[in-house]
């Protein structure tokens, strides 16, 4: 997805990041101390360089034991806080990861229906996996690298002084040099992060749909097409990464170069004969080590100005997503003993978002234009119309996916923002035109949500009226059968009965169908009518059909045209006004 983004400044972005860490502050503290052991045994080392070259120099033979030794406790040492140190801090990026993933998939699932529309899931995946991923790696690198490098460079550099403060001071002088070449690339490295970040959610966004599409791929030999646009998203990706690394290798070069130069200039220096006279021998090795030693974890941190600006710029964009406005929820009415009184007052509404200007509302077309009608409680209204014609549409304005421009919605004489959305959805039974169903047994898909603890007799009850039961007994397990990725494994009409089911267990006031018996054969659908009949007396019902021979018992039927409420009345009212309902009857059954 392309992040249309407020920048903050690296820095708040990282401060937000360690605010994940604070309470695993302990742990940091642990591995802190690990890097710490392993930073002072780099120093130690260099130390016992020199303790070795005047003990040999010296004919000191006897302290051979003591030098053995202690190079093994050294290493030992060494490694043992390496491990904890590393272990400490991989634990807590971890749980650093685990916490934003979960934050944002929390985030995700109360965000508003545009976020759904506007975003596909693959780049809403690959931000889960991959970028939270880059920020475990931005996290526990750089805090090791920064920590345990920074400690052996601050390490080596008080043994250094030791030895030579002068020599040392010399050393110091490259230091600048170095930090102006990292400033300098600093920002170009966000940017190319950003763009691979938006590449990778790119590649998983056309898998994805070719992944879902795979049928039409195949029948309409879609596979050049897919193949080229495929391997337009890799290219673009790979040039990114290639960007990237080259940008990397570049700066590590030039700042080794820096350090090669500050090494010379010493070397130069210190082999001065008068300078030389005034160290041991063991003194000067020990301290052309430590300089030696000094240059690697000095260019590690200068690398890792790279991963933090990946991380960063990962985080960026997983913030940015979790700073989206949840769905507003300011009301505070509750829906007690809803009676299911539905009213349309001068409803407009039109889609888009005014926060982005390629879906700007302001420029699209009004889907509903100025509908005024009332469904009374207790009784069954139909909306009809051509197909495009907004009944989806207004069917969703009462479940509040979406609100109205203008105009409002009443229930039972409440205005629809008045009521917490909570309760008004705790109210509506819905069945989708597009059928969601979840990679789980048929049983836990009719008793949804929290309708989980459902009695068994509820659930078998509800699929009987549903006729669930007509083909769930036939199956091995019965409702406990597993039905694949969105009930892959079943007919579109035995998922549609699986959604009528889990519509007539939450047995709510209000009943919204949207084409719920589309798919179904004409004995399935004429028992399910039978059974909606029941569920129908005393509730609210709002159905959705083409088929109109399926809503002539309605109270009442609205037909709308283009957004527009043509007329309405009842099935015999409609016929003898001779209008786009009459018309649309004897065009024959079907509608579209
Ligand atoms: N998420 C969306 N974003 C933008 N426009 C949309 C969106 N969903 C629907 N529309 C547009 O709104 C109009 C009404 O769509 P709607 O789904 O309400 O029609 P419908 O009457 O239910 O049609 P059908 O009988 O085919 O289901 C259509 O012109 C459609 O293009
Ligand atoms: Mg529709």
Same mark, same amino acid.
């Given at each position: 997805?392309?992040?249309?983004?407020?920048?903050?400044? *690296?820095?708040?972005?990282?401060?937000?990041?360690?605010?994940?860490?604070?309470?695993?502050?302990?742990?940091?503290?642990?591995?802190?101390?690990?890097?710490?052991?392993?930073?002072?045994?780099?120093?130690?080392? =260099?130390?016992?360089?020199?303790?070795?070259?005047?003990?040999?120099?010296?004919?000191?033979?006897?302290?051979?034991?003591?030098?053995?030794?202690?190079?093994? #406790?050294?290493?030992?040492?060494?490694?043992?806080?390496?491990?904890?140190?590393?272990?400490?801090?991989?634990?807590?990026?971890?749980? #650093?990861?685990?916490?934003?993933?979960?934050?944002?998939?929390?985030?995700?699932? !109360?965000?508003?229906?545009?976020?759904?529309?506007?975003?596909?899931?693959?780049?809403?995946?690959?931000?889960?996996?991959?970028?939270?991923?880059?920020?475990?790696?931005?996290?526990?690198?750089?805090?090791?690298?920064?920590?345990?490098?920074?400690?052996?460079?601050?390490?080596?550099?008080?043994?250094?002084?030791?030895?030579?403060?002068?020599?040392?001071?010399?050393?110091?002088?490259?230091?600048?040099?170095?930090?102006?070449?990292?400033?300098?690339?600093?920002?170009?490295?966000?940017?190319?992060?950003?763009?691979?970040?938006?590449?990778?959610?790119?590649?998983?966004?056309?898998?994805? &749909?070719?992944?879902?599409?795979?049928?039409?791929?195949?029948?309409?030999?879609?596979?050049?097409?897919?193949?080229?646009?495929?391997?337009?998203?890799?290219?673009?990706?790979?040039?990114? !990464?290639?960007?990237?690394?080259?940008?990397?290798?570049?700066?590590?070069?030039?700042?080794?170069?820096?350090?090669?130069?500050?090494?010379?200039?010493?070397?130069?220096?210190?082999?001065?004969?008068?300078?030389?006279?005034?160290?041991?021998?063991?003194?000067?090795?020990?301290?052309?080590?430590?300089?030696?030693?000094?240059?690697?974890?000095?260019?590690?941190?200068?690398?890792?100005?790279?991963?933090?600006?990946?991380?960063? =710029?990962?985080?960026?964009?997983?913030?940015?997503?979790?700073?989206?406005?949840?769905?507003?929820?300011?009301?505070?009415?509750?829906?007690?003993?809803?009676?299911?009184?539905?009213?349309?007052?001068?409803?407009?509404? !039109?889609?888009?978002?005014?926060?982005?200007?390629?879906?700007?509302?302001?420029? !699209?077309?009004? #889907?509903?234009?100025?509908?005024?009608?009332?469904?009374?409680?207790?009784?069954?209204?139909?909306? #009809?119309?051509?197909?495009?014609?907004?009944?989806?549409?207004?069917?969703?304005?009462?479940?509040?996916?979406?609100?109205?421009?203008?105009?409002?919605?009443?229930?039972?004489?409440?205005?629809?923002?008045?009521?917490?959305?909570?309760?008004?959805?705790?109210?509506?039974?819905?069945?989708?035109?597009?059928?969601?169903?979840?990679?789980?047994?048929?049983?836990?898909?009719?008793?949804?949500?929290?309708?989980?603890? *459902?009695?068994?007799?509820?659930?078998?009850?509800? *699929? &009987?009226?549903?006729?669930?039961?007509?083909?769930?007994?036939?199956?091995?397990?019965?409702?406990?059968?597993?039905?694949?990725?969105?009930?892959?494994?079943?007919?579109?009409?035995?998922?549609?009965?699986?959604?009528?089911?889990?519509?007539?267990?939450?047995? =709510?006031?209000?009943?919204?169908?949207? /084409? *719920?018996?589309?798919?179904?054969?004409?004995?399935? &659908?004429?028992?399910?009518?039978?059974?909606?009949?029941?569920?129908?007396?005393?509730?609210?019902?709002?159905?959705?059909?083409?088929?109109?021979?399926?809503?002539?018992?309605?109270?009442?039927?609205?037909?709308?045209? &283009?957004?527009?409420?043509?007329?309405?009345?009842?099935?015999?009212?409609?016929?003898?006004?001779?209008?786009?309902?009459?018309?649309?009857? /004897?065009?024959?059954?079907?509608?579209?």
């Amino acid at each position: 997805m392309s992040d249309d983004h407020r920048s903050d400044s *690296a820095t708040q972005i990282y401060l937000r990041l360690l605010r994940y860490m604070r309470p695993d502050l302990n742990l940091l503290i642990l591995g802190f101390i690990g890097f710490m052991v392993y930073a002072a045994c780099d120093s130690a080392f =260099a130390w016992w360089m020199k303790e070795l070259v005047d003990s040999i120099e010296g004919g000191l033979s006897h302290r051979r034991w003591e030098l053995a030794l202690v190079i093994i #406790v050294i290493f030992l040492l060494r490694g043992l806080g390496g491990i904890g140190g590393g272990y400490c801090t991989e634990y807590v990026a971890r749980r #650093v990861i685990n916490k934003l993933r979960h934050e944002m998939f929390n985030h995700i699932l !109360r965000l508003p229906c545009e976020f759904y529309e506007k975003y596909s899931s693959g780049s809403v995946l690959a931000k889960m996996i991959y970028n939270v991923e880059q920020v475990a790696s931005a996290s526990t690198n750089a805090l090791r690298i920064i920590v345990r490098g920074g400690l052996t460079v601050v390490g080596l550099l008080i043994f250094m002084f030791y030895i030579n403060w002068q020599l040392s001071g010399l050393f110091l002088i490259i230091t600048p040099i170095m930090a102006l070449i990292i400033f300098l690339v600093s920002k170009r490295f966000r940017g190319l992060s950003r763009n691979i970040q938006n590449a990778i959610g790119n590649v998983s966004e056309r898998a994805g &749909e070719v992944l879902k599409g795979y049928e039409v791929v195949k029948v309409f030999d879609g596979y050049d097409h897919e193949n080229s646009q495929f391997s337009k998203v890799i290219e673009h990706d790979m040039r990114q !990464r290639l960007k990237l690394v080259l940008m990397n290798d570049f700066s590590t070069t030039l700042v080794q170069l820096v350090v090669a130069i500050g090494l010379s200039s010493l070397i130069l220096i210190a082999m001065q004969p008068k300078i030389l006279l005034s160290m041991s021998a063991g003194e000067f090795v020990s301290f052309v080590t430590a300089a030696g030693f000094i240059t690697r974890p000095i260019l590690q941190l200068t690398q890792v100005n790279a991963i933090i600006q990946q991380g960063v =710029a990962a985080a960026d964009s997983i913030f940015h997503v979790m700073d989206l406005p949840l769905e507003q929820d300011l009301g505070h009415s509750k829906l007690e003993n809803c009676r299911g009184d539905i009213e349309f007052s001068g409803i407009w509404f !039109r889609y888009g978002d005014d926060q982005d200007s390629s879906t700007r509302k302001t420029d !699209r077309k009004w #889907v509903i234009e100025g509908v005024n009608f009332t469904i009374p409680a207790g009784s069954t209204c139909a909306l #009809v119309g051509r197909s495009g014609s907004g009944k989806t549409t207004l069917a969703r304005l009462v479940a509040r996916f979406n609100d109205p421009d203008k105009g409002e919605i009443r229930i039972d004489g409440i205005p629809a923002p008045e009521l917490s959305i909570a309760s008004l959805r705790q109210n509506i039974a819905l069945v989708n035109q597009n059928i969601s169903l979840f990679n789980a047994s048929i049983a836990q898909n009719i008793a949804y949500g929290a309708m989980k603890e *459902a009695s068994r007799e509820n659930i078998i009850q509800a *699929a &009987e009226h549903a006729q669930v039961m007509e083909f769930a007994s036939h199956l091995p397990d019965g409702l406990d059968t597993q039905i694949g990725e969105a009930g892959i494994t079943l007919s579109g009409g035995q998922r549609q009965r699986i959604a009528i089911a889990r519509a007539f267990l939450k047995d =709510a006031p209000i009943l919204i169908l949207d /084409e *719920a018996t589309s798919a179904l054969d004409n004995n399935s &659908e004429r028992l399910i009518q039978e059974a909606l009949r029941h569920l129908m007396v005393n509730r609210t019902s709002l159905i959705i059909a083409h088929r109109l021979s399926t809503i002539e018992n309605a109270d009442q039927i609205v037909v709308l045209d &283009e957004g527009k409420i043509a007329e309405s009345g009842t099935h015999e009212e409609l016929l003898s006004l001779g209008g786009h309902y009459a018309q649309m009857h /004897e065009q024959g059954d079907e509608v579209s």
